[in-house]
């Protein structure tokens, strides 16, 4: 017997993982726009922004004015943060949430933060037990946890023994991510279902690329595994600039649209869902990669 959630929360991560790839300079007041047009169809957690270098990611320049503006007390406004540096930019900011991140691949870390897995996590375990003295809430964003683009596949117990780091530093969540779109749905069931018997007290969200075309069918798989958090991006919107090949993340219209058609709730609003990306979409460097709006585009 197939058994299934009844609800399920979109974590929208569009502002940040969505934008944060484009050539080309998002005007901060549009993505403010953009940030309140998704807020209004339903969302009540998302990731607005990153406290990195400008440095290596240009686009995440206005970090401060957009959580300055974007921020509010309904929400779970998530910030990424890679160090301590961000921290203190954290602490001065309106952000609620924070994620701290890692990849389960020595060389893809190294690419990524300039460090392999191990100094990292060394490193983030006074800055996540510092985060919770402060109240904050914390998720900790696991990258390449099912293939590397330089390290090939991951083992299973390689991701569960990082995860099992995080839960013992005292984390909230533990978001797992198919960075470069590889993982099968075969392979999401395995992982996920060991995740959620390991950690029953944790918060496990599901982050998947829809570089191959798996994202949905992923999505199901985390579904059956007892999964009932996802990310998801406007638009398909994404890509890693450090993971080569990895393409937009699985576009939120299509998860949403697939869930509800399921019978699971989501609480979002398509409609305005879709008249958000209106917002956005003149200034970004390439099309959306959604079927729903394409379908919707057709008059099909």
């Keep these: 017997m197939l058994i299934l959630p ?24 549009q993505k403010r726009a953009f940030i309140h047009a998704l807020k209004q169809a339903g969302f009540k ?55 701290v991140f890692v990849g389960t691949s020595d060389t893809f870390n190294q690419k990524n933060i300039n460090k392999r897995t191990h100094e990292s996590m060394v490193e983030l375990r006074p800055i996540v037990r510092g985060l919770k003295k402060k109240g904050y809430f914390v998720r900790a964003s696991i990258s390449t946890a099912f293939h590397c683009p330089y390290e090939g596949k991951i083992p299973e117990e390689k991701t569960l023994s990082l995860c099992q780091t995080f839960v013992d ?24 279902t060991k995740l959620k018997t390991a950690f029953p007290d944790i918060l496990i969200s599901a982050h998947f690329h829809d570089t191959r075309k798996m994202g949905l069918a992923n999505v199901f798989a985390a579904l059956q595994a007892g999964i009932d958090r996802f ?20 576009a939120t219209e299509d998860v949403v649209y697939m869930l509800e058609r399921m ?10 869902l879709s008249d958000s990306l209106d917002i956005i979409r003149p200034f970004l460097s ?15």
């Excluded at 978001?175 to 075969?186: L, R």
Aim: charge should be negative.
């Design 6 to 29: 009844k609800k399920v929360t979109i974590i929208e991560v569009g502002p940040r993982d969505g934008l944060q790839n484009e050539k080309v300079f998002v005007p901060t007041d």
């Design 45 to 99: 957690e998302m990731e607005l922004a990153s406290f990195v270098s400008p440095k290596w990611v240009p686009q995440m320049v206005d970090a401060e004015e957009i959580i300055e503006s974007c921020a509010d007390f309904k929400t779970r406004n998530f910030v990424l943060v890679p160090n301590e540096k961000g921290v203190q930019r954290l602490y001065a900011s309106k952000a609620n949430a924070v994620a």
């Design 169 to 192: 530093f005292g984390v909230d969540e533990l978001c797992v991510a198919d960075t470069i779109g590889m993982a099968t749905p075969k392979e999401v069931y395995s992982l996920f």
């Design 231 to 250: 990310d998801s991006s406007a638009g398909g919107l994404g890509g890693c600039p450090f993971a080569p090949g990895a393409s937009g993340n699985v």
């Design 263 to 272: 019978g699971i709730s989501t609480g979002i609003d398509l409609h305005k």
């Design 286 to 300: 390439r099309p959306l990669d959604s079927a729903y709006i394409n379908i919707i585009e057709k008059g099909s």
